[in-house]
């Protein structure tokens, strides 16, 4: 990481346990699971979404919540089945479908931040995440 990086520190509210860290890829726009995502490879295949053929695996998921079905939390469960779940999941409405989802790919999670992360966190920065502690570090990219 480049030395004069900017950090930004946020906290928040532990959802799913644990520590992880990597890239961040940001929406604005609620994720539908059914449908919406690939579960092989991670990649949103939803058609008018923002991120559309843009893979969330080995990242740092940064979105508002869920949309869909109860189907949602199916599908990110697939997706760390086959290794394609995200790193780390921060969101900011919580909702049953998107706590579920949290629980079932065993990637960290966080929500009820004390700042707004869309105002923060760019697609492209390096994220830490360590729920256990509430903490989310945001290392700004150059």
Same mark, same amino acid.
């Given at each position: 990481?480049?030395? =004069?990086?900017? @950090? %930004?520190?946020?906290?928040?509210?532990?959802?799913? &346990?644990?520590?992880?860290? $990597?890239?961040? +890829? *940001?929406?604005?726009?609620?994720?539908?699971?059914?449908?919406?995502?690939?579960? =092989?490879?991670? @990649? %949103?295949?939803?058609?008018?979404?923002?991120?559309? &053929?843009?893979?969330?695996? $080995?990242?740092? +998921? *940064?979105?508002?919540?869920?949309?869909?079905?109860?189907?949602?939390?199916?599908?990110?469960?697939?997706?760390?089945?086959?290794?394609?779940?995200?790193?780390?999941?921060?969101?900011?409405?919580?909702?049953?479908? *998107?706590?579920?989802?949290?629980?079932?790919?065993?990637?960290?999670?966080?929500?009820?931040?004390?700042?707004?992360?869309?105002?923060?966190?760019?697609?492209?920065?390096?994220?830490?995440?360590?729920?256990?502690?509430?903490?989310?570090?945001?290392?700004?990219?150059?």
């Amino acid at each position: 990481m480049n030395e =004069r990086a900017t @950090t %930004i520190l946020l906290r928040g509210r532990k959802v799913v &346990g644990g520590r992880a860290e $990597g890239e961040a +890829l *940001v929406t604005r726009e609620r994720i539908s699971g059914w449908g919406g995502i690939d579960p =092989r490879t991670g @990649t %949103i295949i939803e058609t008018r979404h923002e991120l559309r &053929g843009c893979s969330f695996a $080995g990242r740092v +998921l *940064v979105f508002p919540g869920a949309k869909g079905s109860s189907g949602w939390s199916n599908q990110f469960h697939l997706a760390r089945l086959s290794g394609a779940a995200p790193a780390a999941m921060l969101f900011t409405e919580m909702s049953t479908k *998107v706590a579920l989802g949290a629980v079932v790919t065993r990637a960290p999670a966080m929500t009820d931040f004390d700042q707004d992360p869309f105002a923060l966190i760019a697609t492209g920065d390096w994220v830490r995440v360590d729920a256990d502690r509430g903490v989310v570090e945001v290392i700004k990219r150059a």
